[in-house]
Protein backbone atom coordinates (compact mmCIF):
# COMPACT_ATOMS: atom_id res chain seq x y z
CA UNK A 1 0.00 0.00 0.00
CA UNK A 2 1.55 3.12 -0.75
CA UNK A 3 2.03 5.83 1.65
CA UNK A 4 -0.86 8.29 -0.10
CA UNK A 5 -3.28 5.24 0.62
CA UNK A 6 -1.97 5.03 4.08
CA UNK A 7 -2.85 8.66 4.69
CA UNK A 8 -6.45 8.92 3.33
CA UNK A 9 -8.89 8.90 5.68
CA UNK A 10 -10.95 5.88 3.97
CA UNK A 11 -8.03 3.73 4.30
CA UNK A 12 -9.62 0.49 5.94
CA UNK A 13 -6.31 -1.12 5.57
CA UNK A 14 -3.61 -2.16 8.36
CA UNK A 15 -1.22 0.79 7.08
CA UNK A 16 -1.45 3.47 9.93
CA UNK A 17 -1.91 7.22 8.32
CA UNK A 18 0.97 9.39 8.08
CA UNK A 19 2.63 11.86 10.46
CA UNK A 20 2.41 14.77 8.83
CA UNK A 21 4.68 18.09 9.81
CA UNK A 22 1.81 19.52 12.05
CA UNK A 23 1.27 16.36 14.32
CA UNK A 24 5.16 16.42 14.98
CA UNK A 25 4.94 20.62 16.05
CA UNK A 26 1.90 19.70 17.86
CA UNK A 27 3.51 16.66 20.07
CA UNK A 28 6.74 18.65 20.09
CA UNK A 29 5.14 21.83 21.80
CA UNK A 30 3.23 19.25 24.41
CA UNK A 31 6.26 17.33 25.31
CA UNK A 32 8.05 20.78 25.92
CA UNK A 33 5.77 21.63 28.58
CA UNK A 34 5.33 18.42 30.15
CA UNK A 35 8.75 17.81 30.68
CA UNK A 36 8.65 20.29 33.27
CA UNK A 37 6.23 18.95 35.06
CA UNK A 38 7.69 15.54 34.56
CA UNK A 39 11.43 16.06 35.86
CA UNK A 40 9.97 18.47 38.47
CA UNK A 41 8.51 15.32 40.48
CA UNK A 42 11.49 13.95 41.07
CA UNK A 43 14.32 16.27 40.60
CA UNK A 44 13.90 18.33 44.00
CA UNK A 45 14.31 14.77 45.86
CA UNK A 46 18.20 14.96 46.10
CA UNK A 47 17.57 18.86 47.03
CA UNK A 48 16.36 18.28 50.34
CA UNK A 49 19.22 18.07 52.73
CA UNK A 50 20.50 21.47 51.07
CA UNK A 51 16.96 22.85 51.91
CA UNK A 52 17.22 21.89 55.22
CA UNK A 53 20.30 23.55 55.81
CA UNK A 54 19.84 26.73 53.76
CA UNK A 55 16.90 27.67 55.06
CA UNK A 56 17.25 26.85 58.29
CA UNK A 57 14.17 23.98 58.95
CA UNK A 58 13.91 20.66 59.73
CA UNK A 59 13.65 17.91 57.28
CA UNK A 60 9.95 16.87 58.48
CA UNK A 61 9.15 20.48 57.28
CA UNK A 62 11.34 20.22 53.99
CA UNK A 63 9.63 16.93 52.86
CA UNK A 64 6.30 19.36 52.60
CA UNK A 65 8.28 20.70 49.40
CA UNK A 66 7.56 17.53 47.40
CA UNK A 67 4.42 16.28 49.24
CA UNK A 68 2.31 19.37 48.81
CA UNK A 69 3.66 19.35 45.11
CA UNK A 70 2.00 16.05 44.72
CA UNK A 71 -1.02 16.92 46.41
CA UNK A 72 -1.48 20.24 44.45
CA UNK A 73 -1.15 17.88 41.24
CA UNK A 74 -3.47 15.77 42.13
CA UNK A 75 -6.75 18.68 42.99
CA UNK A 76 -6.12 19.98 39.84
CA UNK A 77 -5.96 16.80 38.04
CA UNK A 78 -10.04 16.87 37.78
CA UNK A 79 -10.30 20.55 36.74
CA UNK A 80 -8.62 20.18 33.62
CA UNK A 81 -10.83 17.92 31.51
CA UNK A 82 -13.61 20.67 32.23
CA UNK A 83 -11.59 23.49 31.74
CA UNK A 84 -10.58 22.06 28.28
CA UNK A 85 -14.46 21.45 27.70
CA UNK A 86 -15.33 25.07 29.01
CA UNK A 87 -12.41 27.02 27.75
CA UNK A 88 -10.97 25.03 25.04
CA UNK A 89 -7.58 23.24 25.38
CA UNK A 90 -5.13 26.28 23.71
CA UNK A 91 -6.35 28.66 26.59
CA UNK A 92 -5.69 25.55 29.22
CA UNK A 93 -2.78 24.66 28.16
CA UNK A 94 -1.67 28.42 28.03
CA UNK A 95 -2.65 29.10 30.97
CA UNK A 96 -1.00 25.60 32.19
CA UNK A 97 2.49 26.98 31.22
CA UNK A 98 2.53 30.18 32.04
CA UNK A 99 1.52 29.10 35.90
CA UNK A 100 4.05 26.60 35.89
CA UNK A 101 6.03 28.93 34.66
CA UNK A 102 5.54 31.35 37.09
CA UNK A 103 5.57 29.02 39.81
CA UNK A 104 9.04 27.84 39.58
CA UNK A 105 10.58 30.90 38.64
CA UNK A 106 8.81 32.17 42.24
CA UNK A 107 9.98 28.98 44.35
CA UNK A 108 13.87 29.89 42.99
CA UNK A 109 13.13 33.35 44.50
CA UNK A 110 11.68 31.72 47.79
CA UNK A 111 12.73 33.38 50.99
CA UNK A 112 11.91 30.57 53.59
CA UNK A 113 10.46 27.40 53.61
CA UNK A 114 6.74 28.12 54.06
CA UNK A 115 7.06 30.85 51.16
CA UNK A 116 9.16 27.96 48.62
CA UNK A 117 6.26 25.50 50.28
CA UNK A 118 3.29 27.96 49.04
CA UNK A 119 5.05 28.64 45.36
CA UNK A 120 5.77 24.38 44.63
CA UNK A 121 1.30 24.29 45.17
CA UNK A 122 1.25 27.31 42.37
CA UNK A 123 3.81 24.09 40.73
CA UNK A 124 1.86 21.85 41.00
CA UNK A 125 -1.54 23.39 40.42
CA UNK A 126 -0.34 24.52 37.02
CA UNK A 127 1.93 20.92 36.35
CA UNK A 128 -1.18 19.01 37.09
CA UNK A 129 -3.28 20.47 34.22
CA UNK A 130 -0.03 19.93 31.82
CA UNK A 131 -0.55 15.92 30.92
CA UNK A 132 -4.61 15.81 30.73
CA UNK A 133 -4.98 18.64 28.70
CA UNK A 134 -1.82 17.55 26.42
CA UNK A 135 -3.01 14.36 26.19
CA UNK A 136 -6.33 15.85 25.05
CA UNK A 137 -5.15 17.89 22.80
CA UNK A 138 -3.34 15.28 20.91
CA UNK A 139 -5.67 12.97 20.90
CA UNK A 140 -8.38 14.87 19.30
CA UNK A 141 -5.75 16.09 16.88
CA UNK A 142 -3.81 13.09 15.93
CA UNK A 143 -7.39 10.93 15.47
CA UNK A 144 -7.27 6.98 16.33
CA UNK A 145 -4.80 6.23 13.25
CA UNK A 146 -1.61 7.77 14.26
CA UNK A 147 -2.53 7.90 18.00
CA UNK A 148 -0.10 5.52 19.06
CA UNK A 149 2.95 7.17 17.33
CA UNK A 150 2.06 10.72 18.93
CA UNK A 151 1.44 8.81 22.08
CA UNK A 152 4.99 7.23 22.21
CA UNK A 153 6.68 10.19 21.57
CA UNK A 154 4.59 11.64 24.68
CA UNK A 155 5.43 8.92 26.92
CA UNK A 156 8.88 9.55 26.59
CA UNK A 157 9.95 12.19 29.22
CA UNK A 158 7.30 9.98 31.97
CA UNK A 159 9.42 7.68 32.03
CA UNK A 160 12.87 9.17 31.62
CA UNK A 161 11.58 11.93 33.75
CA UNK A 162 12.24 9.73 37.26
CA UNK A 163 15.15 8.21 36.19
CA UNK A 164 16.83 11.25 35.08
CA UNK A 165 15.93 13.52 37.08
CA UNK A 166 18.09 13.04 40.06
CA UNK A 167 21.27 12.71 38.40
CA UNK A 168 20.14 16.23 36.69
CA UNK A 169 19.19 17.90 40.07
CA UNK A 170 22.43 16.50 41.73
CA UNK A 171 24.46 18.04 39.14
CA UNK A 172 22.66 21.37 39.00
CA UNK A 173 22.31 21.51 43.26
CA UNK A 174 26.24 20.50 43.41
CA UNK A 175 27.72 23.06 40.32
CA UNK A 176 25.04 26.19 40.71
CA UNK A 177 23.16 25.68 44.39
CA UNK A 178 19.74 24.76 44.77
CA UNK A 179 17.53 28.16 43.40
CA UNK A 180 18.29 26.83 39.89
CA UNK A 181 16.90 23.59 39.72
CA UNK A 182 13.61 26.00 39.88
CA UNK A 183 15.22 28.48 37.63
CA UNK A 184 15.97 25.93 34.66
CA UNK A 185 12.29 25.79 34.03
CA UNK A 186 12.24 29.59 32.72
CA UNK A 187 13.78 28.98 29.38
CA UNK A 188 11.98 26.01 28.67
CA UNK A 189 8.90 27.77 29.99
CA UNK A 190 9.43 30.10 27.15
CA UNK A 191 10.32 28.12 24.41
CA UNK A 192 7.13 26.00 25.20
CA UNK A 193 4.85 29.57 25.20
CA UNK A 194 6.69 30.66 22.39
CA UNK A 195 5.66 26.69 20.78
CA UNK A 196 2.00 27.20 22.03
CA UNK A 197 1.33 30.34 20.41
CA UNK A 198 3.19 30.48 17.41
CA UNK A 199 1.61 25.80 16.30
CA UNK A 200 -1.01 25.44 18.81
CA UNK A 201 -4.60 25.72 16.67
CA UNK A 202 -7.19 27.68 18.50
CA UNK A 203 -9.71 25.19 20.06
CA UNK A 204 -13.25 26.47 20.55
CA UNK A 205 -14.47 25.42 23.72
CA UNK A 206 -16.40 22.16 23.19
CA UNK A 207 -18.93 22.63 25.67
CA UNK A 208 -19.02 26.56 26.28
CA UNK A 209 -22.07 26.65 28.79
CA UNK A 210 -20.94 24.14 31.13
CA UNK A 211 -20.83 25.18 34.93
CA UNK A 212 -18.04 23.86 37.45
CA UNK A 213 -20.04 20.94 39.10
CA UNK A 214 -18.43 22.37 42.56
CA UNK A 215 -19.67 19.36 44.32
CA UNK A 216 -18.29 16.67 42.38
CA UNK A 217 -14.80 18.49 42.64
CA UNK A 218 -14.52 18.91 46.63
CA UNK A 219 -15.80 15.19 46.83
CA UNK A 220 -12.95 13.98 44.13
CA UNK A 221 -10.42 16.81 45.13
CA UNK A 222 -10.61 16.04 48.94
CA UNK A 223 -10.79 12.14 48.27
CA UNK A 224 -7.88 12.56 46.51
CA UNK A 225 -5.54 14.22 49.00
CA UNK A 226 -6.74 12.08 51.74
CA UNK A 227 -5.49 9.20 49.75
CA UNK A 228 -2.13 10.05 48.86
CA UNK A 229 -1.71 11.62 52.14
CA UNK A 230 -2.12 8.65 54.00
CA UNK A 231 -0.40 6.79 51.11
CA UNK A 232 2.69 8.94 51.63
CA UNK A 233 2.11 8.44 55.47
CA UNK A 234 2.61 4.36 54.63
CA UNK A 235 5.21 4.69 52.46
CA UNK A 236 7.37 6.98 55.08
CA UNK A 237 6.35 5.06 58.34
CA UNK A 238 6.98 1.52 56.70
CA UNK A 239 3.02 0.45 57.28
CA UNK A 240 -0.55 0.94 56.68
CA UNK A 241 -1.24 0.94 60.79
CA UNK A 242 -0.75 4.17 62.05
CA UNK A 243 -3.50 6.10 63.27
CA UNK A 244 -3.56 9.11 61.29
CA UNK A 245 -2.72 6.84 58.05
CA UNK A 246 -5.61 5.00 58.73
CA UNK A 247 -8.18 8.02 59.34
CA UNK A 248 -6.68 9.60 56.24
CA UNK A 249 -7.16 5.96 53.89
CA UNK A 250 -10.76 5.60 54.93
CA UNK A 251 -11.55 9.21 54.75
CA UNK A 252 -10.59 9.27 51.39
CA UNK A 253 -11.79 5.55 50.34
CA UNK A 254 -15.23 7.03 51.36
CA UNK A 255 -15.02 10.44 49.59
CA UNK A 256 -14.54 8.57 46.67
CA UNK A 257 -17.16 6.69 46.87
CA UNK A 258 -19.06 8.99 47.96
CA UNK A 259 -18.04 10.59 44.41
CA UNK A 260 -19.15 7.49 42.35
CA UNK A 261 -22.25 6.88 43.99
CA UNK A 262 -22.65 10.94 42.78
CA UNK A 263 -21.41 11.11 40.00
CA UNK A 264 -23.97 8.07 38.66
CA UNK A 265 -26.84 10.38 39.76
CA UNK A 266 -25.57 13.42 37.73
CA UNK A 267 -23.67 11.74 34.46
CA UNK A 268 -22.44 14.03 31.67
CA UNK A 269 -22.77 17.15 34.11
CA UNK A 270 -20.17 15.41 36.68
CA UNK A 271 -16.74 16.60 36.21
CA UNK A 272 -15.65 13.26 35.75
CA UNK A 273 -18.09 10.73 34.82
CA UNK A 274 -17.31 7.62 36.10
CA UNK A 275 -19.93 5.95 33.33
CA UNK A 276 -16.34 5.70 31.43
CA UNK A 277 -15.72 2.78 32.62
CA UNK A 278 -19.06 0.76 31.51
CA UNK A 279 -16.55 0.60 28.53
CA UNK A 280 -14.70 -2.26 28.54
CA UNK A 281 -11.80 -0.84 26.69
CA UNK A 282 -11.33 1.99 28.75
CA UNK A 283 -12.00 -0.24 32.25
CA UNK A 284 -9.48 -2.30 31.15
CA UNK A 285 -7.08 0.16 30.06
CA UNK A 286 -7.65 2.28 33.56
CA UNK A 287 -6.75 -1.17 35.48
CA UNK A 288 -3.72 -1.36 33.54
CA UNK A 289 -3.08 2.19 34.15
CA UNK A 290 -2.64 1.84 37.97
CA UNK A 291 -0.82 -1.54 37.96
CA UNK A 292 1.54 -0.48 35.51
CA UNK A 293 1.82 2.92 37.93
CA UNK A 294 2.34 0.86 41.15
CA UNK A 295 4.54 -1.42 39.40
CA UNK A 296 7.24 0.81 37.56
CA UNK A 297 6.94 3.86 39.81
CA UNK A 298 7.94 0.99 42.70
CA UNK A 299 10.82 -0.09 40.98
CA UNK A 300 11.78 3.23 40.11
CA UNK A 301 11.96 3.32 44.39
CA UNK A 302 13.36 0.39 44.65
CA UNK A 303 16.19 0.62 41.90
CA UNK A 304 18.14 3.48 43.51
CA UNK A 305 18.24 2.27 46.78
CA UNK A 306 19.32 -1.00 45.92
CA UNK A 307 22.51 0.49 44.56
CA UNK A 308 22.82 2.56 47.40
CA UNK A 309 22.72 0.75 50.09
CA UNK A 310 23.75 -3.04 48.63
CA UNK A 311 26.52 -2.01 46.28
CA UNK A 312 27.22 1.12 48.27
CA UNK A 313 27.35 3.93 44.94
CA UNK A 314 26.35 7.31 45.51
CA UNK A 315 23.86 9.05 44.32
CA UNK A 316 25.05 10.58 40.94
CA UNK A 317 26.70 6.76 39.91
CA UNK A 318 23.15 5.76 40.92
CA UNK A 319 21.38 7.65 38.54
CA UNK A 320 24.18 7.08 35.71
CA UNK A 321 23.74 3.43 35.95
CA UNK A 322 20.01 3.67 36.10
CA UNK A 323 20.55 4.56 32.11
CA UNK A 324 19.66 1.43 30.63
CA UNK A 325 16.17 1.36 32.14
CA UNK A 326 15.81 5.29 29.93
CA UNK A 327 17.55 4.13 27.26
CA UNK A 328 15.54 0.70 27.08
CA UNK A 329 12.30 2.58 26.96
CA UNK A 330 12.88 5.67 24.57
CA UNK A 331 14.17 2.54 22.13
CA UNK A 332 10.59 0.62 22.65
CA UNK A 333 8.32 3.68 22.75
CA UNK A 334 8.57 4.55 19.21
CA UNK A 335 8.38 0.89 17.88
CA UNK A 336 5.37 0.32 20.45
CA UNK A 337 3.52 3.54 18.98
CA UNK A 338 4.18 2.77 14.98
CA UNK A 339 2.81 -1.55 15.88
CA UNK A 340 0.15 0.27 18.14
CA UNK A 341 -1.27 2.28 15.37
CA UNK A 342 -0.40 -1.08 13.06
CA UNK A 343 -1.85 -4.09 14.84
CA UNK A 344 -3.72 -2.39 18.03
CA UNK A 345 -3.02 -2.35 21.53
CA UNK A 346 -3.26 -5.76 22.67
CA UNK A 347 0.20 -7.75 21.12
CA UNK A 348 2.22 -4.81 21.95
CA UNK A 349 0.81 -4.57 25.36
CA UNK A 350 1.89 -8.62 25.93
CA UNK A 351 5.18 -7.92 24.45
CA UNK A 352 6.32 -5.12 26.43
CA UNK A 353 4.79 -7.46 29.53
CA UNK A 354 6.64 -10.30 28.72
CA UNK A 355 10.20 -8.07 28.56
CA UNK A 356 9.40 -6.24 31.83
CA UNK A 357 8.70 -9.87 33.36
CA UNK A 358 11.90 -10.91 32.17
CA UNK A 359 13.94 -8.14 33.33
CA UNK A 360 12.02 -7.86 36.90
CA UNK A 361 13.08 -11.59 37.32
CA UNK A 362 16.71 -10.90 36.64
CA UNK A 363 16.02 -8.70 40.01
CA UNK A 364 15.22 -11.57 41.91
CA UNK A 365 18.19 -13.44 41.05
CA UNK A 366 20.73 -10.85 41.74
CA UNK A 367 23.52 -10.42 44.32
CA UNK A 368 25.88 -7.76 45.88
CA UNK A 369 28.79 -8.90 43.92
CA UNK A 370 26.74 -9.25 40.61
CA UNK A 371 28.27 -8.01 37.83
CA UNK A 372 27.06 -4.40 36.12
CA UNK A 373 26.70 -6.31 32.35
CA UNK A 374 24.32 -8.33 33.50
CA UNK A 375 22.85 -5.71 35.87
CA UNK A 376 22.48 -3.37 32.51
CA UNK A 377 21.28 -5.85 30.49
CA UNK A 378 18.41 -6.54 33.19
CA UNK A 379 17.76 -3.13 33.41
CA UNK A 380 17.54 -2.32 29.08
CA UNK A 381 14.90 -5.29 29.15
CA UNK A 382 13.02 -3.56 32.29
CA UNK A 383 12.98 -0.54 30.01
CA UNK A 384 11.50 -2.18 27.18
CA UNK A 385 9.02 -3.48 28.54
CA UNK A 386 7.92 -0.26 30.27
CA UNK A 387 7.91 1.96 27.14
CA UNK A 388 6.59 -0.88 24.85
CA UNK A 389 3.68 -1.27 27.86
CA UNK A 390 3.17 2.42 28.54
CA UNK A 391 2.61 3.59 24.88
CA UNK A 392 -0.52 0.68 24.04
CA UNK A 393 -2.47 1.54 26.87
CA UNK A 394 -2.37 5.09 26.40
CA UNK A 395 -3.77 4.37 23.35
CA UNK A 396 -6.37 1.76 24.54
CA UNK A 397 -7.40 4.35 27.42
CA UNK A 398 -8.82 6.92 24.42
CA UNK A 399 -9.29 4.33 21.37
CA UNK A 400 -13.15 3.60 22.07
CA UNK A 401 -14.53 6.98 23.08
CA UNK A 402 -15.54 9.82 21.25
CA UNK A 403 -14.07 12.74 21.27
CA UNK A 404 -16.58 14.82 23.34
CA UNK A 405 -15.29 12.25 26.16
CA UNK A 406 -11.15 12.78 25.80
CA UNK A 407 -11.11 15.48 28.16
CA UNK A 408 -12.45 13.76 31.62
CA UNK A 409 -10.96 10.40 30.41
CA UNK A 410 -7.54 12.23 30.36
CA UNK A 411 -8.39 13.54 33.86
CA UNK A 412 -9.53 10.05 34.95
CA UNK A 413 -6.31 8.55 33.30
CA UNK A 414 -4.52 11.09 35.21
CA UNK A 415 -5.95 10.24 38.95
CA UNK A 416 -5.47 6.90 38.05
CA UNK A 417 -1.63 7.19 37.25
CA UNK A 418 -0.97 9.10 40.24
CA UNK A 419 -3.09 6.77 42.78
CA UNK A 420 -1.14 4.09 40.99
CA UNK A 421 1.88 5.52 41.32
CA UNK A 422 1.49 6.77 45.37
CA UNK A 423 -0.07 3.02 46.18
CA UNK A 424 2.98 1.27 44.07
CA UNK A 425 5.42 3.69 46.29
CA UNK A 426 3.69 3.07 49.73
CA UNK A 427 3.72 -1.23 49.12
CA UNK A 428 7.31 -1.46 48.09
CA UNK A 429 8.72 0.80 50.80
CA UNK A 430 6.27 -1.56 53.48
CA UNK A 431 7.34 -4.28 52.05
CA UNK A 432 11.20 -3.51 51.33
CA UNK A 433 10.76 -2.68 55.09
CA UNK A 434 9.74 -6.32 56.67
CA UNK A 435 12.04 -7.94 54.32
CA UNK A 436 15.01 -6.08 55.69
CA UNK A 437 13.75 -6.57 59.37
CA UNK A 438 12.93 -10.13 57.97
CA UNK A 439 16.71 -10.64 56.39
CA UNK A 440 18.75 -8.67 58.83
CA UNK A 441 16.93 -10.20 62.05
CA UNK A 442 18.63 -7.81 64.55
CA UNK A 443 21.72 -8.06 62.48
CA UNK A 444 24.41 -5.98 61.11
CA UNK A 445 23.50 -4.85 57.36
CA UNK A 446 25.30 -7.53 55.53
CA UNK A 447 25.02 -6.28 51.48
CA UNK A 448 24.08 -10.27 51.36
CA UNK A 449 21.28 -10.24 53.41
CA UNK A 450 20.24 -6.80 52.30
CA UNK A 451 20.36 -8.62 48.76
CA UNK A 452 18.19 -11.15 49.69
CA UNK A 453 15.59 -8.92 50.90
CA UNK A 454 15.24 -6.70 48.13
CA UNK A 455 15.47 -9.95 45.88
CA UNK A 456 11.92 -10.58 47.49
CA UNK A 457 10.50 -7.37 47.27
CA UNK A 458 11.28 -7.64 43.67
CA UNK A 459 8.64 -10.39 43.57
CA UNK A 460 5.84 -7.95 44.18
CA UNK A 461 7.16 -5.99 41.02
CA UNK A 462 6.98 -9.45 38.98
CA UNK A 463 3.14 -10.07 40.56
CA UNK A 464 2.19 -6.42 39.93
CA UNK A 465 3.27 -6.89 36.03
CA UNK A 466 1.82 -10.44 35.68
CA UNK A 467 -1.62 -9.29 37.05
CA UNK A 468 -1.92 -6.93 33.75
CA UNK A 469 -1.92 -9.93 31.37
CA UNK A 470 -5.16 -10.64 32.31
CA UNK A 471 -6.86 -6.97 31.73
CA UNK A 472 -4.70 -6.61 28.59
CA UNK A 473 -6.45 -9.47 26.91
CA UNK A 474 -9.55 -6.85 26.68
CA UNK A 475 -7.43 -4.47 25.27
CA UNK A 476 -8.40 -4.17 20.98
CA UNK A 477 -7.14 -6.91 18.75
CA UNK A 478 -6.69 -4.49 15.65
CA UNK A 479 -5.70 -1.49 14.73
CA UNK A 480 -7.87 1.15 15.30
CA UNK A 481 -10.68 2.20 12.40
CA UNK A 482 -10.17 5.27 10.40
CA UNK A 483 -11.74 8.32 11.84
CA UNK A 484 -15.24 8.63 10.17
CA UNK A 485 -16.10 12.86 10.37
CA UNK A 486 -20.03 11.94 10.06
CA UNK A 487 -19.57 10.16 13.29
CA UNK A 488 -21.80 12.17 15.92
CA UNK A 489 -19.07 13.08 18.75
CA UNK A 490 -21.75 13.49 21.53
CA UNK A 491 -23.07 10.16 21.97
CA UNK A 492 -20.87 8.02 24.31
CA UNK A 493 -19.31 4.69 23.35
CA UNK A 494 -20.21 2.33 25.85
CA UNK A 495 -19.56 -1.23 25.87
Known amino acids: MTERAAASPDTTGDAPEKLDRRIYLLTLTVVAGVIMSVFDTTVVIVALDELSRQLHAPLSTVQWVVTAYLLALAVVIPLSGWATDRYGARTAWLVAVTGFTAGSVLS ?42 VMGILSVPMVLGPVLGPILGG ?21 ALALALTLLPATPPARKGKRLD ?18 SRAASAGGFTGSTTIACLAAGLALLAGFTVYSRARGDAAIIDVRLYTNKVFAAASANTLLLAAAMYGALLLLPLYFQSVRGNGA ?72 ATMTPNMVAT ?4 PKADVPRASSAYGIQRQVGASFGAALYAVVLSRNVDRHLDGGSPDPARLAGAFNDTFWLAFVLTAAMIGTAMLLPMRAPAPARPSAAPEEPARA
Do not use: H, K
Not at 109 to 136: C, D, K, Y
Not at 218 to 227: E, I, K, P, Q, R
Open 108 to 149: GLAWNIESLIAFRVVQGLAGGMMMPVGQALLVVSAGPRRMGR
Open 171 to 191: LVVQEVGWRWIFFVNLPTGLV
Open 214 to 231: VPGLVLLASGLVATLYGL
Open 316 to 387: LDTGLLLMPLGLGAATAMPIAGRLTDRLGPRRPMLIGLGCALLGTLAYTRIGPDTGYPLLAIALYVSGLGMG
Open 398 to 401: YISL
